[in-house]
């Protein structure tokens, strides 16, 4: 007698994908709009939470890990203590890493200005201060392609802030002063080169 096994496929195993380093030209790129939900999308999906979360990230854009469009993903669980209310209840946004598909941000013009020290995974070993608005509006597709609307303040809307840029071709640094840009483009020169070293893998222009 024969039996017929019926088997569901085996998921892909996760990737931690190289993360692109400063000087590499996709990241001063304007990312494209996704149009339509693929399985390539959802296995990007998946890597890029697992890259984001073997470097030890609060966030990850599309384009740096190669990919130029307008997807990011976040997770703030590692700042869950601090987000906690006095009862100890976490915000639903700091339980699990998020997803944010063709995000459309609306600033808070009337909000306070906050001074924070931002790092990126794709500039390693340097963290700079940089003035954000604290409050905003998101505008999003999950990874479903369900549409969202947020009101947001507080650290995940500066984790927004700084993923967003990243799909607009925008650096943190470009909020710094000449003078400071100038003084870091040794070491920035340095990174694009490929002369830094980080507990994740980098993928460098030259």
């Known amino acids: 007698m024969r039996f017929r096994l019926s088997c569901r496929p085996r998921p892909a195993p996760l990737m931690?994908?190289?993360?692109?380093?400063?000087?590499?030209?996709?990241?001063?790129?304007?990312?494209?709009?996704?149009?339509?939900d693929s399985p390539d999308l959802q296995t990007l999906i998946d890597d890029m939470i697992e890259t984001m979360g073997v470097a030890h990230g609060a966030g990850l854009a599309a384009p740096q890990v190669g990919h130029s469009l307008r997807l990011f993903v976040a997770d703030l669980t590692t700042?869950?203590?601090?987000?906690?209310d006095e009862?100890?209840?976490?915000p639903d946004y700091a339980t699990g890493p998020l997803v944010f598909i063709n995000p459309e941000i609306v600033l808070d013009e009337d909000g306070p200005e906050v001074e924070v020290e931002e790092g990126c995974l794709s500039i390693?070993?340097?963290?700079?201060?940089?003035?954000?608005?604290?409050?905003?509006?998101?505008?999003?597709l999950d990874r479903h392609f369900?549409?969202?609307?947020?009101?947001v303040d507080g650290p995940l809307a500066r984790v927004i802030q700084h993923e967003a840029?990243?799909?607009?071709?925008?650096?943190y640094l470009d909020y710094l002063s000449p003078l400071r840009r100038k003084f870091l483009g040794r070491r920035l020169k340095?990174?694009?080169?490929?002369?830094?070293?980080?507990?994740?893998?980098?993928?460098?222009?030259?």
């Open 16 to 36: 931690v994908l190289p993360i692109y380093a400063y000087g590499q030209p996709i990241l001063r790129q304007r990312a494209a709009e996704i149009e339509a």
């Open 146 to 151: 369900v549409s969202h609307e947020w009101p």
């Open 87 to 90: 009862e100890g209840n976490v």
């Open 79 to 84: 700042y869950a203590d601090d987000l906690a």
């Open 165 to 171: 840029d990243h799909l607009d071709g925008v650096l």
């Open 124 to 140: 390693p070993d340097l963290r700079e201060t940089v003035w954000r608005p604290d409050a905003l509006t998101i505008r999003f």
């Open 190 to 206: 340095a990174i694009a080169r490929g002369d830094v070293e980080a507990d994740y893998p980098l993928a460098f222009a030259t």
